[in-house]
């Protein structure tokens, strides 16, 4: 069994900054996939940004340039930094665990809110 706990969801304004952080406990495998989704009121969960364990990592279009993944394996931590927040960034985030595929855990999820 994995828990995924998230941190650092917030209000913010427009333009401003929020870090997440996912901390990872349990049956975690040393090689791994760890991502950050949002689902926003009435939307699909989707992908943010992703990073396999040995540091290859994928963002989706509308945060290139302005978001950032990072982890450390040894803490089993993986960080979200949110640059030049939008509205539209607006949902909730979760952290996701893909152990091997088919096998994934994830986080309760985080608020983050970005006013106009």
């Known amino acids: 069994q994995v828990q995924l706990v998230e941190s650092g969801g917030g209000l913010v304004q427009a333009g401003g900054s929020l870090r997440l952080s996912c901390v990872a406990s349990?049956?975690?495998?040393?090689?791994?996939?760890m991502g950050w989704y949002r689902q926003a009121p009435e939307k699909q969960r989707e992908l943010v940004a992703a990073?396999?364990?040995?540091?290859?990592?994928n963002y989706a279009d509308s945060v290139k340039g302005r978001f950032t993944i990072s982890r450390d394996n040894a803490k089993n931590t993986v960080w979200l930094q949110m640059n030049s927040l939008k509205p539209e960034d607006t949902g909730v985030y979760y952290c996701?665990?893909?152990?091997?595929?088919?096998?994934?855990?994830w986080g309760q999820g985080t608020q983050v809110t970005v006013s106009s």
């Open positions: 349990g049956r975690i495998f040393s090689s791994n996939v």
């Open positions: 996701k665990a893909t152990l091997i595929p088919g096998l994934a855990y």
């Open positions: 990073m396999t364990s040995d540091g290859i990592t």
